[in-house]
């Protein structure tokens, strides 16, 4: 079956640890992209890519890290720079007719 | 610039009675516009989209939005709220701001069906 995988689903963090959440997508879309989800704001876009490597910066960038190096592939690192990083992310790729297909999420708790 | 407003982050209906979600859009260009539903802890699966054609387009699970670009709206409709429509649904448009496809969201609007 086609689809987008995220993982894990849930993971927790230390403060001043980097860490890096999966999305695989066997779709074969050329662009992916990388949401914050916090209660009551919607979705904030972090990251995007149209191609193999090549990013962009979305609304929300400062913290967070990518890299794009295989068209199945976009890792999204949260670093130690990102102040307040708890938060449901959600990985999405789309098609030329941009409708976007979504992952099932990874939910990140900073302890 | 591309925004979408949803009006009212919590709606309240009974089973059998009329859904109807605000969405107000602004876009540059002739827009692409999707609803999407987002169940706890799920990612979101598209309920319908509006492209080009017909303004009035049909959904999943009973759904349809109708486009109105006087309005500057895309609001969703049910006939009849069941149960299994409590979730949250987000309105987003889809443009190339800067050459890049980039979609915006809404800030979403939790549905309750009271039986």
């Known amino acids: 079956d086609g689809g987008i995988t995220q993982s894990p689903k849930y993971l927790f963090r230390k403060e001043g640890q980097n860490v890096t959440l999966s999305c695989e997508q066997n779709l074969n879309h050329d662009a992916m992209y990388w949401y914050r989800q916090d209660p009551g704001q919607g979705l904030r876009l972090i990251y995007y890519?149209?191609?193999?490597?090549?990013?962009q910066k979305g609304d929300i960038a400062e913290g967070y890290s990518v890299s794009r190096e295989k068209k199945e592939s976009f890792p999204l690192t949260v670093t130690s720079a990102q102040k307040n990083p708890t938060a449901f992310y959600l990985c999405?790729?789309?098609?030329?007719?941009?409708?976007?297909?979504f992952g099932p999420g990874t939910r990140l708790t900073v302890l | 610039a591309q925004s979408v407003t949803q009006l009212g982050s919590h709606v309240s209906v009974s089973e059998g009675a009329l859904v109807l979600l605000r969405c107000n859009y602004s876009?540059?260009?002739?827009?692409?516009l999707f609803w999407y539903v987002q169940y706890p802890n799920q990612g979101l699966q598209l309920l319908l989209k509006?492209?080009?054609?017909?303004?009035l387009v049909k959904g999943i699970n009973g759904f349809e939005a109708e486009f109105k670009k006087s309005e500057t709206s895309f609001h969703l409709t049910k006939p009849s709220a069941h149960m299994s429509d409590a979730a949250e649904y987000f309105c987003a448009v889809s443009g190339y701001p800067g050459g890049y496809q980039k979609v915006t969201f809404g800030t979403g609007t939790k549905l309750q069906v009271i039986p």
């Open positions: 509006y492209t080009t054609g017909a303004t």
């Open positions: 890519s149209q191609i193999v490597n090549d990013f």
């Open positions: 876009s540059s260009v002739p827009p692409y």
């Open positions: 999405a790729s789309s098609t030329d007719s941009r409708e976007s297909f």
